[in-house]
């Protein structure tokens, strides 16, 4: 395991993870959405 | 905040092998870690890219070529935005964020720290494509930091270089924002409500808001320049049909958002380090909550106040000078704020401070010049003049720049464990503060008087201010050895800080020893 591994157990095991997974991937999905929307803007 | 009441770090257990030397920071997924790799760089780019405008102040020194020839001259003024604002600013920022927020959040590290760990090391990576350039057939990038085509479809295999590493930053903003928000948004201490949150965790929960919404349109208008220059596309090649000023609105709706994701961080350390100072809570919390939101709403509605010059509807031309200048009003608000803020405050004037208050001041000289230039009919006789060069430095230099060595000097007692040399750090900032003002009040005048940017030779008519800039980028420039003397100093040995450090001081961090232990927060504190 890595040098911080050890912070990355203690943020699963205190329960203030939350939805984190969540709220990551509805951000990576709006930051895609983004950069296609723009890239369909230019083929106008 | 100071009703913490189980909020002490432990210190390195050693449940597991840690990797010693280059392993260490290569593989490192602590927060605290990653924040000193993210200021590391940002210092090493700064000098870099400092390096860069002492060689464009030399050349600016006497009218005539002596130092550099053009091509060069435009190498140097691209490189030198280019790195200063992707390679020092944002990076700088970005390490404040990785150590200080989960320390005021209570959090025991970011909510993804391995993804933390490659949003860092893919940096070094771009820092690297960009320098390379340098050496290149044909040069490094010379079509200014904008990218503007044609130049930047024309140009050589350095402009192919640059738009990866423009890319490859953008990746690494965007995963350092998606972490930012999250631990943000998750890992708050039990008690600790969003706005009971310290300032700093709010700018940058709103900067990384900025960065996700503007980052991908950055990565579409680079990826359509990389398709124009390397597979027939012409999506900016007006003899193709396609058309350059789109270019031009695509970079400055993400562009102008940018300014603010280089100043709202600022904002918020600032809001750290003058309450301390004053030993005064800040004035009008919840305002400068609303300010930083309706700065970072309005900052989208405004890209076009770039380009009046390009020719666009009267109707178009008033919208975005009004929308401008309304920027003014939540921006006001803040500095009205940190005034109060001080106030009959009990007033002392650390190094961190007298930046702070520099910051005040000359932040808002830079924000009235962008008034200025807001006014559609001045923009067009002051534009790409070096009015518009006065205007901006005084925000990123007396602005962004002043507020990381603020914050620098706040936390780095914090950090390292030990204090920095009053002193020196006050030496530090009165050449830096006299050195600023003497390179860029007077290009002002040279602005109004019609000096264009971006030019190795002038008019014998601006050599006086000319002279005079340059004298004061070289004291401004080798102020800054004395700050990385004081912070190797300190990293070094000192006067042992105390948890507190600051007697003002407020907010969790401030509850763990000095320095900082390895892990903190395992256990969440609980505020009541």
């Given amino acids: 395991m890595s040098a911080g591994g050890h912070s990355g157990v203690a943020c699963v095991n205190d329960k203030r993870g939350g939805n984190k997974y969540l709220t990551a991937a509805l951000l990576a999905l709006f930051a895609l959405g983004l950069f296609l929307f723009t890239l369909f803007t230019g083929l106008r | 905040?100071?009703?913490?009441?189980?909020?002490?770090?432990?210190?390195?257990?050693?449940?597991?092998?840690?990797?010693?030397?280059?392993?260490?920071?290569?593989?490192?997924?602590?927060?605290?870690?990653?924040?000193?790799?993210?200021?590391?760089?940002?210092l090493i780019m700064l000098f870099a890219a400092g390096t860069m405008a002492l060689l464009i102040?030399?050349?600016?020194?006497?009218?005539?070529?002596?130092?550099?020839?053009?091509?060069?001259?435009?190498?140097?003024?691209?490189?030198?935005?280019?790195?200063?604002?992707?390679?020092?600013?944002?990076?700088?920022?970005?390490?404040?964020?990785?150590?200080q927020v989960p320390l005021m959040l209570g959090a025991p590290d970011m909510a993804f720290p391995r993804m933390n760990n490659?949003?860092?090391?893919?940096?070094?990576?771009?820092?690297?494509?960009?320098?390379?350039?340098?050496?290149?057939?044909?040069?490094?990038?010379?079509?200014?930091?904008?990218?503007?085509?044609?130049?930047?479809?024309?140009?050589?295999?350095?402009?192919?270089?640059t738009i990866l590493a423009v890319h490859i930053m953008g990746l690494s903003s965007i995963m350092g924002s998606i972490n930012i928000i999250t631990t943000i948004l998750n890992m708050r201490a039990p008690g600790l409500t969003l706005m009971k949150m310290p300032l700093f965790c709010w700018t940058w929960l709103i900067t990384a808001y900025l960065l996700i919404a503007t980052m991908p349109v950055l990565a579409g208008a680079v990826t359509m320049l990389l398709t124009d220059r390397n597979f027939g596309t012409h999506f900016f090649n007006a003899a193709g049909g396609g058309d350059p000023v789109m270019f031009q609105h695509i970079?400055?709706?993400?562009?102008?958002?940018?300014?603010?994701?280089?100043?709202?961080?600022?904002?918020?350390?600032?809001?750290?380090?003058?309450?301390?100072?004053?030993?005064?809570?800040?004035?009008?919390?919840?305002?400068?909550?609303?300010?930083?939101?309706?700065?970072?709403?309005?900052?989208f509605i405004v890209w076009a106040h770039h380009m009046f010059t390009v020719g666009m509807p009267v109707a178009a031309q008033l919208f975005f000078m009004f929308s401008t200048m309304l920027i003014a009003v939540p921006t006001g608000v803040k500095v009205f704020n940190w005034v109060a803020t001080m106030w009959r405050g009990s007033m002392t004037f650390e190094t961190p401070m007298l930046f702070a208050i520099a910051f005040v001041c000359l932040f808002t000289i830079g924000g009235f010049s962008g008034l200025v230039l807001a006014i559609a009919?001045?923009?067009?006789?002051?534009?790409?003049?070096?009015?518009?060069?006065?205007?901006?430095?005084?925000?990123?230099?007396?602005?962004?720049?002043f507020s990381i060595f603020a914050g620098i000097y706040y936390w780095l007692p914090k950090w390292t464990g030990h204090m920095y040399d009053e002193t020196l750090g006050k030496w530090h900032f009165w050449l830096s503060v006299i050195g600023m003002n003497i390179v860029f009040f007077p290009m002002h005048f040279l602005g109004l008087a019609g000096m264009p940017r971006r030019i190795p030779d002038?008019?014998?008519?601006?050599?006086?201010?000319?002279?005079?800039?340059?004298?004061?980028?070289?004291?401004?420039?080798?102020?800054?050895?004395?700050?990385?003397?004081?912070?190797?100093?300190?990293?070094?040995?000192?006067?042992?800080?105390?948890?507190?450090?600051?007697?003002?001081?407020?907010?969790?961090?401030?509850?763990?020893?000095?320095?900082a232990p390895y892990h903190t927060f395992e256990t969440a504190p609980v505020i009541k």
């Fill in chain 2, 377 to 401: 009919p001045v923009d067009i006789q002051l534009h790409d003049t070096y009015y518009v060069v006065a205007h901006f430095h005084y925000v990123l230099v007396s602005g962004a720049l």
């Fill in chain 2, 458 to 515: 002038y008019a014998l008519q601006f050599t006086e201010f000319n002279q005079i800039a340059t004298v004061g980028a070289f004291i401004f420039g080798f102020s800054q050895l004395i700050f990385l003397w004081v912070v190797l100093k300190t990293i070094k040995g000192g006067v042992k800080a105390t948890t507190k450090v600051w007697e003002g001081a407020e907010g969790l961090e401030w509850t763990v020893p000095s320095p």
């Fill in chain 2, 57 to 99: 102040r030399a050349e600016l020194f006497q009218p005539g070529l002596q130092v550099t020839n053009p091509d060069f001259f435009n190498q140097l003024t691209t490189m030198h935005g280019l790195i200063m604002i992707f390679g020092v600013i944002m990076p700088a920022f970005s390490g404040f964020a990785n150590w």
């Fill in chain 2, 1 to 42: 905040m100071s009703d913490v009441a189980h909020a002490h770090g432990h210190d390195d257990h050693g449940h597991h092998a840690h990797p010693t030397g280059i392993m260490r920071w290569l593989t490192t997924t602590n927060h605290k870690d990653i924040g000193s790799l993210y200021l590391w760089f940002a």
């Fill in chain 2, 251 to 299: 970079f400055w709706f993400f562009a102008h958002p940018e300014v603010y994701i280089l100043i709202l961080p600022a904002f918020g350390i600032i809001s750290q380090v003058i309450p301390t100072f004053a030993r005064k809570p800040l004035f009008g919390y919840a305002s400068m909550v609303y300010a930083t939101a309706s700065i970072a709403i309005l900052s």
């Fill in chain 2, 118 to 161: 490659w949003a860092f090391w893919i940096l070094p990576v771009a820092a690297i494509l960009l320098m390379v350039s340098f050496v290149l057939p044909g040069g490094a990038v010379a079509g200014g930091w904008t990218m503007y085509p044609p130049l930047y479809i024309q140009g050589g295999i350095s402009y192919d270089l």
